[in-house]
């Protein structure tokens, strides 16, 4: 018999911390993803979304944890669209660390939309209201009032 005291142990431990390795998932019967989810620094992380069915496509995601302002690059891209393709990761992840290093008191996202121009495509810059799952991963505590990451099954 289980007692009381045990009971609400269990239910005072705090739950296991989400790593920023399990926010990595593939996904569309394993055509599609996110993954190499990175702790920036200062409330901000990163990741990449991919795809590669009948075309390839590589997308960096920079997000802040506390406002939920996000910036969304394409950097890579072959038989998506019909545009020439173009594999500029290394150019931009070079930007964004770059901006991330210079003066972290007057970084903006707008000021990385412009450093980013015209290397990235489709860059766009947004604020989200849920939690991303590197957010959850690496700053829980930076929530507010965003809906709180849920685990993709």
């Known amino acids: 018999m289980i007692r009381l005291a045990t009971i609400l142990a269990m239910l005072a431990a705090p739950a296991s911390a989400l790593t920023l390795a399990e926010c990595e998932?593939?996904?569309?019967i394993s055509h599609g993803g996110v993954a190499a989810h990175r702790d920036l620094g200062a409330g901000r992380v990163a990741w990449v979304d991919w795809w590669s069915?009948?075309?390839v496509f590589t997308d960096i995601t920079v997000a802040d944890c506390k406002t939920g302002e996000f910036?969304?690059?394409r950097v890579r891209e072959e038989r998506m669209s019909e545009r020439a393709p173009f594999?500029?990761?290394?150019?931009v992840r070079g930007i964004?660390?770059?901006?991330?290093?210079a003066a972290p008191a007057l970084f903006s996202f707008e000021r990385l939309r412009d450093a980013i121009h015209p290397k990235g495509k489709d860059i766009k810059v947004a604020t989200r209201d849920t939690e991303p799952c590197a957010c959850a991963a690496a700053y829980?505590?930076?929530r507010g009032d965003k809906t709180p990451y849920e685990v993709q099954e």
């Not at 998932?25 to 569309?28: E, G, L, P, Q, Y």
Request: hydrophobic fraction near 25%.
């Open 140 to 142: 829980p505590e930076l």
């Open 87 to 91: 594999d500029r990761t290394d150019a």
């Open 71 to 73: 910036l969304r690059t």
């Open 96 to 101: 964004i660390e770059t901006e991330l290093r």
């Open 53 to 55: 069915q009948e075309g």
């Open 25 to 28: 998932r593939v996904t569309h």
